[in-house]
């Protein structure tokens, strides 16, 4: 037979899937081949499978099994042509004359034969033999062929079946895998508390993974229409969502947002949205995204950022988040022409606490001096530690910024109030160094520099009265 390779590889291919590797007895087609011995008035009847190297007999009338080289049987010339082979006389023919299955024992004068094709490849021959000379008439000829057609449909009903079957268990198998890959998919969205929605353009309704109904405190069934669900944001983040989901659909452009949610339980939460617009056809169908429950990661990151902006031993703001406060309170003032002022705080005697108490007992008293400058009536102003005794606030308060010297004397009285500690009552008392945001102050750095100022001034009119109040005393004794 004469065929490519890669013909030659489709067609042990096909053979392959039907299985006809062996010579098991088949009912259906060994009454095919006593029928077209019968027919044809020839001794044997054969459905012959030609393999890669041999030739084996799949179905046989008038012989008992048949396995021959590839090379010595009759059918590699049907299966090279195509066509019905027709030998009257095996021995006279110059094509078989030679062959062992002539000049041997079982010698065959007589032959007929047509090829059987099944999913476009010739896969073996159905063919009559007989030991003498024997010519087939046409109408004989028509009936061999007819058979032949017969053994092609048999054996592709065969194929079909066995390519459901496979089909059946890669299906089942398939199947199989996907529960797997759901459940761990389903498993992975409760430990990433990510879930999957899909909200369809054409009817408006949505599509909900059961994590996504989880992050809403719902149990999975019913879905709410689209507005229902963005009345889960909370209120000052509603809107926003809304516009977020029109801008999506309107331009095609994705979105990546965090909000703060409530949950159908009244739970606040902080839920991050990732979504895009699905189109097919070069027409958008839906808006198809991810859900996430981030609130342990923000509440960490609030955290953490508070714990860069806040004083560690007081819980008022530290000096970076001071300079920062600063810095916009003076743009605010010079924007809107409000009031401004700085007033500086510096313990007096500060040191002596700790040595006298230690400074478990300083500590005590520095967080007793940060609850009095978070008092009510100084609840318009910016509270900050700059480090050690030193400590700020930034005052808007109109009435406060319009007497600097009055609102210095009620801080200092505000201050100046024993604190109570595990070492007992320690007094406390502050110098307090003020200015006023003007036209002639024009950085940051100028306004401390004004304040500070003040405040030296302060202490050193605090030393100088208090060596006045010693002198007397001294020169009595």
Not at 315 to 340: D, H, T, V, Y
């Amino acid at each position: 037979m004469n065929a490519t390779s890669s013909d030659e590889a489709a067609r042990l291919a096909v053979l392959a899937k039907l299985d006809l590797g062996n010579a098991t007895p088949e009912a259906e087609l060994d009454a095919i081949a006593a029928l077209a011995a019968n027919v044809t008035g020839f001794q044997i009847g054969g459905i012959i499978i030609v393999g890669e190297r041999d030739a084996w007999a799949k179905a046989r009338h008038g012989i008992g099994a048949l396995v021959s080289p590839r090379r010595h049987a009759f059918c590699d010339v049907v299966l090279a042509s195509g066509e019905m082979l027709l030998v009257e006389d095996a021995a006279g023919d110059p094509r078989f004359a030679a062959n062992v299955n002539v000049t041997g024992l079982a010698a065959t004068r007589g032959y007929a034969g047509v090829p059987i094709t099944v999913a476009g490849q010739r896969i073996g021959v159905l063919c009559v033999l007989d030991p003498t000379p024997r010519l087939l008439d046409e109408t004989r000829q028509e009936a061999l062929r007819q058979l032949g057609r017969v053994t092609e449909a048999l054996i592709a009903t065969r194929l079909s079946m066995r390519v459901a079957e496979q089909a059946a268990r890669e299906s089942a198998a398939a199947t199989r895998r996907y529960r797997r890959q759901d459940r761990t998919f389903r498993q992975a969205e409760r430990l990433a508390r990510v879930g999957s929605y899909r909200y369809r353009l054409d009817d408006a309704q949505l599509e909900w993974s059961d994590e996504v109904y989880r992050i809403h405190g719902l149990e999975p069934g019913e879905l709410p229409r689209m507005g229902r669900a963005l009345d889960f944001y909370a209120p000052h983040h509603r809107g926003k969502a809304a516009e977020t989901l029109a801008h999506t659909i309107e331009t095609g452009d994705p979105f990546d947002v965090e909000a703060d949610f409530i949950t159908a339980k009244g739970q606040l939460r902080r839920i991050r949205s990732v979504g895009e617009l699905e189109v097919e056809g070069g027409k958008p169908i839906a808006v198809i995204g991810v859900m996430q429950d981030v609130t342990e990661r923000y509440r960490l990151e609030q955290s953490l950022r508070a714990s860069a902006n806040i004083d560690e031993v007081t819980s008022i703001a530290n000096r970076a988040s001071f300079n920062r406060a600063l810095e916009m309170a003076m743009i605010r003032s010079g924007e809107r022409g409000s009031p401004m002022m700085l007033a500086v705080i510096d313990l007096d005697d500060f040191k002596a606490i700790n040595d006298t108490h230690g400074h478990m007992a300083g500590d005590d008293v520095l967080r007793a001096v940060g609850a009095r400058l978070r008092q009510p009536w100084l609840c318009d102003s910016f509270a900050a530690r700059l480090g050690g005794d030193e400590f700020a606030l930034i005052i808007e308060h109109e009435e406060f910024v319009a007497d600097p010297q009055a609102f210095a004397q009620r801080l200092s009285r505000a201050l100046a109030t024993p604190a109570i500690t595990p070492a007992g009552e320690i007094p406390v008392s502050g110098t307090v160094g003020t200015a006023v945001l003007s036209d002639d102050i024009e950085a940051m750095r100028d306004l401390l520099h004004a304040a500070d100022s003040a405040l030296y001034e302060g202490k050193r009119r605090r030393r100088a009265f208090a060596l006045r109040r010693r002198l007397p005393r001294a020169a009595n004794e």
